[in-house]
């Protein structure tokens, strides 16, 4: 039923920017907060941005003031604006967010992943 589907992963040259964005859709009453993670390969899963409904945000150190996070909620879509990439950035990232199907119940979904690879 609700899924998040994640476009705009590549290969890009240090220096170089990309933007995922991913959208949610299924029968949605609303959502609440989105975010992306990334997970390298071998390494474990880690926060990369948040955003709130309300619009607040929240960065890991290694990507603050590189990255920036969106969200348009019409389209039910969240962005993540990656600029300035290095090598260390390349992972499969991940789109999460809680959705609310009723306006009693929410919960947690996953998106299928989109590897973002940046050469040196």
């Known amino acids: 039923q609700v899924q998040l589907v994640e476009s705009g992963g590549g290969l890009v040259q240090l220096g170089g920017s990309l933007r995922l964005s991913c959208a949610a859709s299924?029968?949605?009453?609303?959502?609440?907060?989105m975010g992306w993670y990334r997970q390298a390969p071998g390494k474990e899963r880690e926060l990369v941005a948040t955003?709130?409904?309300?619009?607040?945000?929240n960065f890991a150190d290694s990507v603050k003031g590189r990255f920036t996070i969106s969200r348009d909620n019409a389209k039910n879509t969240v962005y993540l604006q990656m600029n300035s990439l290095k090598p260390e950035d390349t992972a499969v990232y991940y789109c999460n967010a809680n959705i609310g199907k009723t306006s009693w119940a929410f919960d947690n979904y996953w998106g299928q992943g989109t590897q973002v690879t940046v050469s040196s």
């Open positions: 299924g029968g949605i009453f609303s959502i609440g907060i």
């Open positions: 955003i709130t409904s309300g619009g607040s945000t």
